[in-house]
């Protein structure tokens, strides 16, 4: 499984992919500090999902998501914001977001999501 995530805090970046590598060895891990990186990470790779920040510069993850249904086969989107208002989830879910979590988020749920992810 190809897995992008997108945020601007490279701090956080770095600990998504560091960790879900370190869980779960078999996937192929990418990371993108804004939306405008990862839109074009998903047109140069086949990436199956999308974990991104809601808020960041340049391209945000409602935008990325919008962008990346446009793709003959688009990646499955989830967010991870640290955006204490909320979404309007049918909007959401029209622009190819899934499902929203929020910051902080804990690792170990993130791996046991990602990895029922994978046997599905």
Request: hydrophobic letters at 35%; aromatic letters at 12%.
């Amino acid at each position: 499984m190809n897995i992008l995530f997108c945020d601007d805090g490279e701090t956080i970046l770095e600990l998504y992919v560091n960790e879900v590598a370190h869980s779960l060895p078999m996937h192929k891990l990418f990371g993108a500090k804004d939306g405008a990186e990862g839109l074009k990470i998903c047109q140069e790779h086949q990436i199956d999902y999308v974990f991104t920040d809601g808020r960041m510069p340049i391209k945000d993850g409602i935008q990325l998501s919008k962008d990346l249904q446009k793709l003959a086969s688009p990646p499955k989107v989830y967010m991870i914001t640290g955006y204490a208002g909320t979404y309007d989830e049918e909007e959401l879910l029209n622009y190819g977001i899934r499902e929203v979590f929020y910051k902080p988020i804990d690792y170990d749920w993130l791996i046991e999501f990602i990895n029922n992810l994978s046997q599905d």
